[in-house]
């Protein structure tokens, strides 16, 4: 049985590291969405990478081409896009220092260290206003590959899209810093988000409704770097994850109670 889509296997058998195995068309869809998603990059199925070359001949000629192409652009960490709106193809690695890099979609030229339109002999120039505003709204730069993040959930406990792990707060290492690990307002929020997604039969009493609310954040306080282990839940629902809304069943942690979509169980968490 595939273990993403859970059909019988009619054909090839593709062993996933985990242990797990799955069909031919679902690794194939897996791949080709890694090419647009930068979230299911690397391929992997429960935290654990598909060995490529033990799949590629699996790919066809297209995809294969397509997934090399974009697999440079996902392991640059601090990478340059070329800085026409109508264009922002990737151009390659950030610099040191100011320099041009030709963008080989348009031709234009873009500057490798602060990756606007490039400026020779000119000193770069911040982008006040995208930096003002994420003061305004308390976002943090990625350590790593200096993109801007924003917290979606109570945990500071920050995964980068280029695999960086670091503090919200302090943007330090994850777990060098004596920052708290989470946000009690945002970790409420997602607690009662969690409890209004399960009522089914509508909301309760206020009070009956806040100490459900006070349970859920307090699992929450204490999972809130769970090592999911996961079993089907049979009906439709929300998923906790990507918020994809799936008709015949999610996945439900047996110690944090998430719900969340075979995608996210297989492929993000």
Request: glycine share 6%.
């Amino acid at each position: 049985m595939c273990s993403f889509c859970r059909e019988p296997i009619d054909g090839v058998e593709i062993h996933a590291p985990c242990g797990h195995f799955w069909d031919l068309k679902c690794l194939v869809d897996l791949y080709r969405a890694a090419t647009t998603d930068e979230t299911l990059f690397p391929p992997r199925c429960c935290q654990q990478p598909f060995v490529f070359e033990e799949v590629e001949q699996y790919l066809g000629v297209d995809l294969l081409a397509t997934f090399k192409q974009i697999s440079v652009e996902f392991t640059t960490v601090d990478r340059i896009y070329c800085h026409q709106p109508t264009c922002s193809a990737f151009v390659g690695p950030a610099t040191e220092s100011p320099s041009y890099q030709i963008c080989p979609k348009c031709l234009a030229e873009t500057c490798g260290h602060c990756k606007e339109r490039a400026h020779p002999g000119n000193p770069c120039v911040d982008d006040i206003s995208i930096l003002t505003l994420a003061e305004q709204e308390g976002w943090a730069r990625c350590p790593g590959c200096k993109h801007l993040v924003e917290l979606a959930q109570g945990c500071y406990h920050i995964t980068c899209r280029c695999g960086k792990q670091f503090c919200y707060v302090c943007t330090e290492t994850w777990k060098t810093c004596p920052c708290p690990q989470w946000d009690e307002g945002r970790l409420l929020t997602t607690a009662r988000n969690y409890v209004q997604r399960e009522l089914l039969a509508g909301p309760p009493p206020e009070p009956e409704l806040q100490e459900m609310v006070e349970e859920v954040a307090e699992g929450l306080r204490v999972d809130h770097e769970c090592q999911h282990a996961w079993s089907r839940r049979a009906g439709g629902g929300e998923c906790g994850h990507c918020s994809d809304y799936l008709f015949r069943y999610l996945f439900r942690c047996e110690h944090c109670d998430m719900n969340v979509c075979s995608r996210c169980r297989h492929n993000r968490l």
